[in-house]
């Protein structure tokens, strides 16, 4: 009881930590490359100016241009940049599984961080779906630091009901509270069962763009000799011969099955991942991604 409770008082501390970091990343690399990529609906017209050579005679305003008498103007726009942004984040007991001083709830936390941040500098509205195998909590978008804050505390401090990974469920969700089109960030170490079919959905209504959040653990045991092995999210437990050269290379195959069918999965509905592992640099991920779709656009 007293370790979660100074858990708790911690909690202050560490979204002040994470506020620093993340918004750090944001203003020094990810704020325009995020601009880049996410654009807004469209145009809106703003004003008139006087024409200047070089301006497409396309935006010649001929109505004002004919009342005036000093000269030409052209029509200037503005992107209609306001956009909503979701954060599907999996809270599943897989989560809290992680090997260098740090969960992949934790990584997963300080990387939708670092989007929500991205998307408030860009005036976009942020919102949060928590999930196990059921939906643990809504947070609908708003803009603001205020509101990304509550983001980040929820992010740290929710217990979950469930304990298990229900992606569909989390898709499914997405088409009820979501009508119009948003871009939507899964984070989840993707450690489910049947889920195609409301990911393709979620695909085709949104801008859907996959984070995997991993420990390099997971595909490469290391050797430390007979070990026990808990399933988090359903509790069998096994004893394993982590020094067996069979047993490692059983997982490593197992592991790279695993990360086959998920790459055919996103391919199949035109969706490119942005893989993150736990005590790896996260933003070099982020930052090539940004840079890829943006070469695309």
């Not at 911690?10 to 930590?17: F, N, Q, S, Y």
């Not at 170490?189 to 801008?207: N, P, S, T, V, Y």
Request: aromatic content about 8%.
């Amino acid at each position: 009881m007293a370790e979660d409770q100074d858990t708790i008082q911690d909690i202050p501390a560490k979204v002040r930590e994470i506020e620093l970091i993340t918004r750090r990343l944001v203003s020094d690399t990810l704020a325009g490359q995020y601009h880049a990529v996410f654009k807004g609906r469209g145009m809106s017209f703003d004003s008139v100016r006087e024409y200047q050579p070089g301006d497409d005679i396309r935006s010649i305003d001929w109505n004002v241009t004919a009342r005036s008498s000093e000269g030409v103007f052209v029509k200037q726009f503005v992107e209609e940049r306001e956009l909503t942004v979701l954060l599907a984040v999996d809270l599943s007991a897989s989560l809290d599984f992680g090997t260098v001083n740090r969960s992949k709830r934790e990584l997963a936390a300080e990387i939708a961080a670092v989007l929500a941040f991205s998307a408030i500098s860009n005036n976009d509205r942020v919102g949060l779906i928590l999930f196990t195998d059921r939906i643990e909590r809504y947070i609908p978008p708003k803009k603001g630091r205020a509101h990304v804050l509550r983001v980040i505390l929820e992010l740290l401090q929710f217990r979950p009901e469930g304990s298990g990974t229900r992606l569909d469920v989390a898709c499914d969700y997405l088409a009820r509270i979501a009508r119009k089109r948003a871009v939507v960030f899964l984070l989840s170490d993707f450690l489910a069962g049947d889920f195609e079919r409301a990911l393709g959905i979620a695909a085709r209504r949104h801008d859907l763009v996959p984070l995997l959040v991993s420990d390099k653990t997971e595909r490469e045991l290391p050797d430390v000799g007979l070990a026990v092995v808990e399933d988090a999210e359903t509790g069998e437990v096994l004893w394993i011969d982590s020094g067996s050269r069979d047993v490692r290379i059983q997982l490593r195959q197992r592991a790279a099955v695993q990360k086959r069918k998920r790459e055919q999965l996103f391919r199949k509905h035109g969706l490119e991942p942005i893989d993150a592992v736990v005590g790896q640099d996260y933003l070099k991920g982020l930052v090539a991604y940004f840079r890829r779709r943006a070469a695309r656009q």
